[in-house]
């Protein structure tokens, strides 16, 4: 597109792209998304390739216009997903250019796809950003999924105390010992959630037990006979909105569902967050959960908040 130009960023341009990417949060949800602490985490996180993966797409004056990045889910050259934004004040065929220079790199780390594969991108923008899914829907993409945001308003009287299953001991993550138990339990808990592949265990020990702001008293593991039974790994608030507790990750492994743990779990992190001051928390579902977490969420008293729309498109034959 005439005037822009795309350009790998270092990390002297965190600022500028923290605030282009909550500039275009604001634009279409009135919050912020993320921080500077949390871009540089992903900048920086063993899943990216700086220099390779990201591109700021730059106006002649210099103004950043858009961001798009690339990354390998799972390690495996098979999911390549592409997060692009493009402020709505701007041209929308901004897009169109990033997600073209996106799907070439996507390309690229696809050609080292196992034998017999189907590489796909994947891509997805919230259900208000007009822009961002007409681009999606130009260059080929498909809508195959949704998930929510949803959210809960606590109130000033503390919720009142879970009731456990028989048998089940909580406690809190205990760092140095937890990691390879917890990371195990979590990807028995997902394994038969849509399309899943567990990120390897350097990645996810990076965003989970090494993040700047890990709590394990807000990183709960339930017990039953010496086994984890399901897990609730908790943020103490959203990277871009520090009234909101976020629940990172809420799994129940299966010879442990249908007990209410889930249900307890999230209970009691409620009240962990309402201890901290918080009086809303959030997380993140897919809207098709084959465990009936939507409805289970909703029991617990939250509602969708936002929608996120998830498109894809093939990359070549296997």
């Not at 070439?104 to 780390?109: I, T």
């Not at 442990?256 to 009240?271: M, N, Q």
Request: charged share 30%; net charge negative; proline share 7%.
């Amino acid at each position: 597109m005439s005037g822009i130009t795309l350009r790998a960023p270092g990390l002297e341009d965190l600022p500028v792209a923290v605030e282009f990417l909550n500039s275009w949060a604001r634009a279409l949800h009135g919050s912020d998304e993320l921080s500077e602490a949390e871009l540089r985490s992903w900048w920086t996180g063993p899943g990216l390739d700086l220099q390779a993966d990201v591109r700021l797409a730059h106006t002649v004056s210099d103004e950043v216009a858009g961001y798009v990045d690339v990354s390998d889910v799972g390690a495996r050259h098979v999911e390549l997903w592409i997060d692009a934004r493009v402020h709505p004040e701007h041209p929308p065929g901004i897009a169109d250019e990033l997600l073209r220079w996106a799907e070439g790199r996507a390309r690229e780390l696809a050609s080292a796809a196992p034998a017999g594969e189907i590489p796909i991108a994947r891509a997805g923008t919230w259900s208000t950003d007009g822009d961002g899914l007409e681009a999606l829907e130009r260059s080929g993409y498909r809508l195959v999924r949704h998930s929510f945001r949803m959210e809960i308003s606590l109130g000033e009287t503390r919720p009142e105390p879970p009731s456990w299953p028989d048998g089940i001991r909580l406690r809190s993550f205990e760092p140095g010992a937890d990691e390879r138990a917890v990371y195990d339990a979590q990807n028995d808990a997902f394994a038969d959630s849509w399309d899943y592949h567990p990120d390897p265990f350097e990645e996810w020990a990076h965003w989970v037990p090494s993040a700047e702001d890990f709590d394990p008293d807000l990183n709960l593991v339930a017990m039953d006979n010496g086994e984890i039974a399901g897990i609730a790994l908790c943020r103490p608030h959203e990277p871009g909105d520090a009234e909101l507790g976020w629940v990172r990750i809420l799994g129940v492994r299966p010879s442990w569902r249908r007990r209410g743990l889930a249900l307890a779990l999230l209970r009691h992190a409620f009240g962990e967050f309402h201890d901290r001051g918080l009086r809303r928390v959030g997380l993140g579902v897919g809207a098709e959960s084959p465990t009936g977490a939507v409805e289970l969420y909703e029991r617990a008293g939250m509602s969708v908040a936002r929608r996120f729309d998830i498109f894809e498109k093939p990359l070549r034959a296997g």
